[in-house]
């Protein structure tokens, strides 16, 4: 209990912890967006004690004692109001020049900053590393003491990106690219909270911001654009899951639910036992056999990927981009492993319920 007032008067010094009235401080700017805050909140305080003290002082002095005839009080004091008025204006200038100024540092990142795609979807964070081709969603790898700046958009609806540790918090919009930078100071993990009511599972769209050391974060980057290279063939479903379907999901879906391509819910039964009409009138089932288009089930999928205008599902538009040189081979053996282990991978609303590496998901 004391603690929650010594820590008031605590002065904010850099890379302050948490205390009862804030969290930890990790970044460059949390130091000035605290001390933002705590100008504001001591000219609070100031003035919440001289007017309590005014006002109980004026209740006994000024109370009604005995009969007293009541006279006609003061209408007009000139110096009162010119000052009333002055004081409060230079208050406030005060207070938008700290602000401006903590603001214009969060606009602009610096130069070089480390540059980290964010797409927020109904209800999980994806987060591209364009330097080193690698995905990840539902946590963030950075390096400490470098500028990190994320650009940001939504494929459905409103999300915002909130790092409390780090005092930043940017909305991410469909339809357009907002961005937020921070350079974090100390080695740690963070939360990343969505902090835009976007629906039924807004509470659980949060990530984890890793902060490692410099000289690892190349070595983790190039490890993590390759990890699936050391895989066995039954890690890759949630592997892929994980790491590859976010390309596939501004089209399919995992609920069954149409979109701009076939849901992939059930997409594996159907492709098995050959129940898929194209649009040039030919059947799946027709297809197969042995020396036949596709010889087996999987080279339906894996020509889906490569070559999708081949064959058009009918009911679509041939509207799916070709993954050509985009997907390694194993990477396509991952999905294809993907589609037959689906049911282990989702719960019946769609939802992914496994990690990259095959724990169940909180
Ligand atoms: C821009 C939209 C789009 C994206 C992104 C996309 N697809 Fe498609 N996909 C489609 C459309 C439209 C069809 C149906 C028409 C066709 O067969 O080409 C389709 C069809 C398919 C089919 C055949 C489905 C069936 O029922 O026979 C497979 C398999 C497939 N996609 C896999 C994928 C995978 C895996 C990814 C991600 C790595 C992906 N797609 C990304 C639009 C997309
Ligand atoms: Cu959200």
Same mark, same amino acid.
């Given at each position: 209990?004391?603690?929650?007032?010594?820590?008031?008067?605590?002065?904010?010094?850099?890379?302050?912890?948490?205390?009862?009235?804030?969290?930890?401080?990790?970044?460059?700017?949390?130091?000035?967006?605290?001390?933002?805050?705590?100008?504001?909140?001591?000219?609070?305080?100031?003035?919440?004690?001289?007017?309590?003290?005014? %006002?109980?002082?004026?209740?006994?002095?000024?109370?009604?004692?005995?009969?007293?005839?009541?006279?006609?009080?003061?209408?007009?004091?000139?110096?009162?109001?010119?000052?009333?008025?002055?004081?409060?204006?230079?208050?406030?200038?005060?207070?938008?020049?700290?602000?401006?100024?903590?603001?214009?540092? @969060?606009?602009?990142?610096?130069?070089?900053?480390?540059?980290?795609?964010?797409t927020g979807q109904k209800w999980s964070w994806t987060?591209?590393?364009?330097?080193?081709?690698?995905?990840?969603v539902a946590? %963030?790898?950075?390096?400490?003491?470098?500028?990190?700046? @994320?650009?940001?958009?939504?494929?459905?609806?409103?999300?915002?990106?909130?790092?409390? /540790?780090?005092?930043?918090?940017?909305?991410?919009?469909?339809?357009?690219?907002?961005?937020?930078?921070?350079?974090?100071?100390?080695?740690?993990?963070?939360?990343?909270?969505?902090?835009?009511?976007?629906?039924?599972d807004?509470?659980k769209m949060f990530a984890?911001?890793?902060?490692?050391?410099?000289?690892?974060?190349?070595?983790?980057?190039?490890? @993590?654009?390759?990890?699936?290279?050391?895989?066995?063939?039954?890690?890759?479903?949630?592997?892929?899951?994980?790491?590859?379907?976010n390309?596939?999901q501004?089209?399919?879906?995992? /609920?069954?639910?149409?979109?701009?391509?076939?849901?992939?819910?059930?997409?594996?039964?159907?492709?098995?036992?050959?129940?898929?009409?194209?649009?040039?009138?030919?059947? %799946?089932?027709?297809?197969?056999?042995?020396?036949?288009?596709?010889?087996?089930?999987?080279?339906?999928?894996?020509?889906?990927? %490569? /070559?999708?205008?081949?064959?058009?599902?009918?009911?679509?538009?041939?509207?799916?981009?070709?993954?050509?040189?985009?997907?390694?081979?194993?990477?396509?053996?991952?999905?294809?492993?993907?589609?037959?282990?689906?049911?282990? @991978?989702?719960?019946?609303?769609?939802n992914i319920?496994?990690?990259?590496?095959?724990?169940?998901?909180?």
């Amino acid at each position: 209990m004391f603690s929650i007032f010594t820590s008031l008067f605590a002065t904010t010094t850099q890379g302050a912890p948490a205390n009862f009235w804030l969290p930890k401080q990790a970044s460059t700017v949390a130091q000035s967006v605290d001390h933002t805050f705590f100008v504001i909140t001591w000219i609070c305080y100031f003035f919440l004690f001289v007017i309590t003290a005014a %006002l109980i002082i004026f209740m006994i002095k000024y109370r009604r004692k005995g009969n007293d005839v009541i006279v006609k009080g003061p209408t007009h004091n000139t110096p009162l109001e010119i000052a009333w008025t002055i004081l409060p204006l230079l208050l406030v200038v005060v207070i938008f020049v700290v602000g401006m100024r903590g603001y214009l540092d @969060l606009q602009q990142a610096p130069e070089g900053s480390y540059d980290v795609q964010v797409t927020g979807q109904k209800w999980s964070w994806t987060f591209e590393h364009p330097k080193y081709g690698a995905t990840q969603v539902a946590e %963030l790898t950075v390096p400490v003491n470098t500028p990190v700046r @994320l650009l940001m958009t939504s494929n459905d609806v409103l999300h915002s990106v909130w790092i409390p /540790d780090f005092r930043v918090k940017m909305d991410v919009i469909p339809g357009r690219y907002t961005s937020l930078w921070f350079e974090a100071i100390a080695v740690g993990e963070y939360n990343l909270n969505c902090a835009e009511y976007c629906g039924k599972d807004h509470s659980k769209m949060f990530a984890t911001v890793r902060v490692i050391p410099k000289e690892d974060f190349e070595k983790t980057m190039i490890k @993590l654009a390759s990890e699936y290279e050391d895989m066995s063939v039954g890690q890759l479903p949630a592997y892929a899951i994980n790491r590859l379907y976010n390309r596939c999901q501004s089209c399919h879906t995992l /609920d069954g639910s149409e979109s701009t391509g076939p849901s992939f819910k059930g997409l594996w039964d159907r492709v098995k036992s050959g129940d898929v009409n194209f649009i040039s009138g030919e059947k %799946l089932s027709n297809l197969y056999g042995e020396s036949t288009t596709y010889e087996v089930p999987e080279n339906y999928i894996r020509s889906s990927l %490569l /070559d999708p205008q081949s064959h058009i599902v009918k009911g679509y538009l041939g509207a799916m981009p070709s993954f050509q040189g985009q997907l390694k081979d194993k990477q396509i053996t991952a999905i294809i492993e993907m589609f037959k282990h689906l049911d282990e @991978l989702t719960d019946a609303e769609g939802n992914i319920t496994v990690n990259p590496d095959g724990t169940p998901r909180q």
